[in-house]
C-alpha cells in the first residue's frame, strides 16, 4: 500500500516539474475550447447549448495528448524495469499509474471547468451536472488511456498511435459523460441514467484495465 | 486429444499442405454460391411490399455486416489461443483476419448508407447501431496500426491480442445495440427466438450469400496467412544468409 502511494506521489510530483505535462495539458484544454469557440462564432445561445459536449470533448482530447507521458520517462531512465520486477502485483502498479495521471490531469481539468464553462455561458444550475458528469468520467478516461499507453510503452513516437487506440474505446465514456452534462443542464430525467452508465463504464474500466495493463508491460519488457 | 488436433495444424509445412489443397475449394464455394445467391436476390425473389426494390441491399449488406463481426470474433478468439496456448499459427490467423474484416466492415457500412439514403432520407445517422459499427471499423485499424509499428513480431503480436480482446467489449453492444436503445436500424429478423420474421423466400438467397461470405473470407483467409508466412520464412532466410549486412555494404 505505501509502495503504490509512493508511486502515485512520485508521479504527480513528476507531473507538476519541469518537463511534466499537467500544466500543458490543462493549457490544451483551454485552449481548445478557445479555438472551438473562435470557430462558432459570437452566438452565446448556440454556445451553451453546445458547451457541454465541447466541454466533454476538450477534456478528452486533453487527456489523449498527456497518455504517452504516463510510461515513456519510466521506460526510458529504466525505472519501469524496477517497477515491474520489483511490484508483487503489477496490475495494483498499473492502477496507481493511472490513479496519478487522473490526478494530474482528470482532476486538474475538472477544476479548471468552472472558469472554462463562463466562456462557454454556462448558467450557474448547468454547472454542477457538468462537474459531476467529469467528476464520475474522467476516471475511466485515464484508466482506459493508460491501458493504451502501456500497450505502445516500448515505442519510441507512440502518441499518434495511442490516439488511434484508444479513441474508440474512449466512446461509450464520452456518449455517456457529455449525455449526462446535458440532460443535467436541461433538466431532463435521463440525467441519473446517463450518470449511473457513466460511473458503470468507469468501474468497468477500474477492473480491467489494470490487468490488461500489467499483461501489456511485461510483454513489452521481455 | 482436442489439444493434439488444434496442434496438429500448428506445423507451418502441414498447414501449407492443407492450405494449398483447400483455397481452390473454398474460392470455387464462394464463388458458385455469390453467382446462384445473386441469382435468387436479383430475379427470384419477391420485392418487399413495403421497401420494393430497394430490400434487394438487404443481400449484400446483411451479410457483410454478420461477416464484420464474424470476423471480429475469429479475430479475438485466435488471440486467445494464441495468448493461452502459444499457438504459432493463431497470432497470423489473428493478423490476417484484421484487414478482412475492416473490410467487411466497410461494406456495411457502405451499403447500409446506400440502403439508408432511399429508406430513412439520409445517407448516415449517428444511432446505437451505426456508431458501433462504426467504432468496430476504427478498433480493426488501431489493431492493424499496432501490428505495424511494433518492430518485433512476437511481441506485435502478443500486445495486439491484448488489444483484440480489449476491443471484443464492443461486440456484445453492436449486436444488442438495435434492442437497447432506441434504434432506426431495423431489429434482428433472423435470429430470433420465434424464429426468422423474414418470408422464406428471401432467406434462400440471403443465407446462400452468407455462404458465399463466409467462403471468401475462408479463401482469403488461407491464402493471406500462407504469404505471410512465406514472407517470414523469407525474413528468416535472408538475415541466416547474411545477406543484409550485404546490402549494407552496397550502399
Known sequence: ?222 | MSATSIFEFANPVRFERIAARAFPLALIAALVSAAIGLYFALFNSPADYQQGETVRIMYVHVPAAWMALFCYSAMAVSSAAGFIWKHPLADVAAKESAPIGAAFTFLALFTGSLWGKPMWGAWWAWDARLTSVLILFFLYLGYMALWRAVPDKTRAAKLAAILAIVGFVNIPIIKFSVDWWNSLHQPASILRADGPSVHPAMLTPLFLLIGAYSFAYIALLLSAMRNELIARRLARYELASGEAPARVVER
Open chain 1, 1 to 222: 500500500m505505501n509502495a503504490l502511494l509512493a508511486i502515485i506521489a512520485r508521479d504527480i510530483r513528476l507531473a507538476f516539474r519541469a518537463g511534466g505535462g499537467a500544466l500543458q495539458a490543462v493549457s490544451f484544454f483551454a485552449l481548445t475550447i478557445v479555438l472551438f469557440a473562435l470557430a462558432v462564432g459570437p452566438n452565446l445561445e448556440l454556445m451553451s447549448e453546445i458547451a457541454a459536449p465541447v466541454l466533454w470533448t476538450a477534456a478528452l482530447l486533453a487527456t489523449l495528448i498527456s497518455l504517452e507521458q504516463i510510461y515513456r520517462a519510466d521506460r526510458e531512465d529504466g525505472s519501469l524495469d524496477v517497477l515491474v520486477e520489483t511490484s508483487s502485483l503489477l496490475a495494483l502498479t498499473a492502477l496507481a499509474k493511472a490513479t496519478a495521471h487522473w490526478i494530474s490531469t482528470g482532476l486538474l481539468l475538472t477544476a479548471a471547468t468552472p472558469v472554462l464553462a463562463l466562456l462557454l455561458n454556462i448558467e450557474g444550475a448547468a454547472l454542477w451536472p457538468l462537474i459531476l458528469s467529469l467528476l464520475i468520467g474522467a476516471p475511466g478516461l485515464s484508466l482506459i488511456g493508460s491501458f493504451a499507453a502501456a500497450l505502445t510503452a516500448a515505442l519510441p513516437r507512440a502518441g499518434l498511435l495511442i490516439a488511434i487506440i484508444v479513441s474508440p474505446l474512449y466512446a461509450p465514456i464520452l456518449i455517456f459523460g457529455a449525455g449526462a452534462a446535458s440532460a443535467g443542464a436541461a433538466g431532463d430525467p435521463q440525467y441519473s441514467a446517463n450518470l449511473a452508465l457513466l460511473g458503470a463504464s468507469s468501474l468497468f474500466a477500474a477492473i480491467f484495465s489494470p490487468l490488461a495493463s500489467a499483461a501489456a508491460l511485461r510483454f513489452n519488457l521481455d
